[in-house]
T-cell receptor
Framework: GAVVSQHPSRVICKSGTSVKIECRSL??????MFWYRQFPKQSLMLMAT?????????EQGVEKDKFLINHASLTLSTLTVTSAHPEDSSFYIC?????????????FGPGTRLLVL | AQRVTQPEKLLSVFKGAPVELKCNYS??????LFWYVQYSRQRLQLLLR??SRESIKGFTADLNKGETSFHLKKPFAQEEDSAMYYC????????????FGTGTQLKVEL
């Protein structure tokens, strides 16, 4: 089946540093990837839609300069949390939409836990 | 704007009892509904979608457009069903994104 990986699985960083999270579709091509944020015991909040070869589409209230998204290939999207602060600590999850499957089918990565000290 | 509502944060049932996880939605377009499940320490995975009209792991869900609901049901709960369940609504345009409900934690007790 379709597999999505994320790296790193967890990261601890100092306040003010930038952190990059990678999302890869391992056995399928994904023109569209999605980045979510999940707070403890809460739902997934869509942050942005990442489109291969074009600019990401951010949801209302998400700072595009804070959360930089790059989707340089059909199998890789990256999320960079710039100048991270403690309030950015969260669980970040990516998903990828299979180009060939179409529709709404999304395959989810295992998530990345970010802790900003 | 679209919205998905799961009124129960926690649902606790005994093994063998019927299960119904509620989901209501509001959307002006033609809805596509999904149920995703997240087992402990695992990633989110698709359980079923309304267009498939299938039964997965004994679970079924019927889209009721009149009541704008997509409740998830299983006649006899199993211990391994304990997990977090999310109802999601597919929104056309903008990459076909999903809007998730807040989730319901299902706990099946022996």
């Amino acid at each position: 089946g379709a597999v999505v990986s994320q790296h790193p699985s967890r990261v601890i960083c100092k306040s003010g540093t930038s952190v990059k999270i990678e999302c890869r579709s391992l056995d399928f091509q994904a023109t569209t990837m999605f980045w979510y944020r999940q707070f403890p015991k809460q739902s997934l909040m869509l942050m942005a839609t990442s489109n291969e070869g074009s600019k990401a589409t951010y949801e209302q209230g998400v700072e595009k300069d804070k959360f930089l998204i790059n989707h340089a290939s059909l199998t890789l999207s990256t999320l960079t949390v710039t100048s991270a602060h403690p309030e950015d600590s969260s669980f970040y999850i990516c998903s990828a939409r299979d180009l060939l499957a179409g529709g709404y089918t999304q395959y989810f990565g295992p998530g990345t836990r970010l802790l900003v000290l | 704007a679209q919205r998905v509502t799961q009124p129960e944060k926690l649902l606790s049932v005994f093994k063998g009892a019927p299960v119904e996880l509620k989901c209501n939605y509001s959307y002006s377009g033609s809805p596509e509904l999904f149920w995703y499940v997240q087992y402990s320490r695992q990633r989110l995975q698709l359980l079923l979608r309304h267009i498939s009209r299938e039964s997965i792991k004994g679970f079924t869900a019927d889209l009721n457009k009149g009541e704008t609901s997509f409740h998830l049901k299983k006649p006899f709960a199993q211990e391994e069903d304990s997990a977090m369940y999310y109802c999601a609504l597919g929104v056309t345009g903008g990459g076909n994104k999903l809007t998730f409900g807040t989730g319901t934690q299902l706990k099946v007790e022996l």
